[in-house]
């Protein structure tokens, strides 16, 4: 594993896609991102503070939807050593890690070639949240106490790296936990559809698949519905 700093820098992951050679694990850290994105381009603020970094791995086991949530398996159970009230820290599928309602960590799987590339960023020691401050929460508002970045960040890929190649052996059990701690249990959901107006259908949350879909189904209905990408929000 090696560690490449930046002080400032664009995005991590756009870094490491405009390599012309990716070395698996090697991390990509930045103190600040001046074009941090999300899923579907979503704005992420990308201040100091936060752990902030990327790594890329080979793409030769099919991986498909699994690496993101694996991802956020990992991230999961590490800021659990971190966090005395467990049972609020949730997985929200497919890339968000959220402590009780509010979002801690977003997650940014992206094809380079033959690899994926991991972004991963964790509200640790940061506390400005700009325009999102009533849907953000870091780890030291949590607990009152700063962090060490960079150990969280080597604990991060330290465990992915060990886990990474059994994967598939173990797809079953990340699984099992992702879907008991999700923070979509119980909730009721509304779905973004073709015309971009939220469904006035509501629906509820079920699993996680095995193909890492998410598996819902709406009042009334008998079948469920299964997305491997999809627009939604709570209510």
């Not at 599928?93 to 309602?101: F, H, L, Q, S, V």
């Not at 973004?192 to 939220?198: S, T």
């Not at 259908?201 to 189904?217: A, P």
Request: glycine fraction near 6%; charge should be positive.
């Amino acid at each position: 594993m090696k560690f490449k700093f930046f002080d400032e820098i664009n995005s991590t992951n756009i870094y490491l896609r405009r390599q012309l050679k990716l070395e698996e694990f090697e991390v990509i850290v930045a103190k600040k991102q001046t074009d941090g994105r999300g899923k579907r381009d979503s704005v992420w603020i990308s201040n100091e503070g936060a752990a902030l970094f990327s790594f890329a791995v080979k793409d030769d086991i099919e991986l498909d939807e699994k690496i993101t949530i694996f991802a956020g398996y990992i991230v999961h159970e590490v800021l659990k050593k971190y966090i005395s009230s467990q049972d609020k820290l949730t997985f929200k599928w497919p890339n968000d890690i959220y402590y009780e309602n509010k979002k801690m960590c977003g997650i940014l799987c992206e094809k380079a070639r033959n690899h994926i590339i991991i972004g991963i960023g964790i509200n640790i020691n940061n506390t400005d949240f700009g325009m999102f401050r009533e849907k953000a929460v870091s780890l030291v508002e949590i607990t009152g106490k700063i962090h060490p970045i960079q150990q969280i960040i080597e604990e991060v890929v330290s465990n992915f790296e060990n886990q990474f190649h059994s994967l598939n052996k173990n797809w079953e059990n990340v699984l099992k936990i992702v879907n008991e701690n999700s923070y979509l249990k119980g909730r009721k959901i509304r779905i973004k559809q073709r015309n971009g107006k939220f469904s006035e259908k509501e629906y509820r949350f079920l699993r996680v698949d095995r193909r890492g879909r998410i598996s819902l189904i709406a009042r009334g209905d008998s079948d469920e519905a299964k997305f491997t990408s999809l627009e939604f929000k709570v209510i």
